[in-house]
């Protein structure tokens, strides 16, 4: 038996909060760093092939702004990730259930990828 409603309401919502910003987390990190060592090997591609004329073929500038891109995105995925778990810890202090993120081991996981 649950004490109060507040007792039963941590219990079924807080498993599901630290498993969303989990995989929030989790989707946000592995993207921005895919992205971003992919931006940085296309960069260096690309930079060799400005240093060496004529030797950027459509081709070489197609790859190297495709990895260009895939970093941006990365990073923007990871910082939509923090967007939404910002948003998601103020939605829940603003309903009054802050004290679902007081709760150390929550906390933990929902601030720590």
């Not at 060496?52 to 990895?67: D, I, K, L, Q, W």
């Amino acid at each position: 038996m649950f004490l109060s409603d507040r007792e039963a309401l941590t219990t079924m919502t807080a498993p599901l909060i630290v498993e969303s910003a989990g995989v929030m987390q989790a989707g946000g990190v592995t993207a921005g760093a895919a992205g971003a060592a992919a931006g940085t090997t296309a960069a260096a591609g690309a930079s060799t092939s400005f240093v060496a004329p004529g030797t950027m073929t459509p081709a070489s500038m197609v790859t190297a702004t495709r990895f260009s891109l895939h970093g941006q995105m990365g990073v923007a995925t990871g910082m939509l990730g923090a967007k939404l778990l910002a948003e998601m810890a103020a939605a829940l202090s603003a309903a009054g259930l802050g004290f679902l993120l007081a709760d150390e081991a929550v906390a933990v996981k929902l601030l720590v990828p």
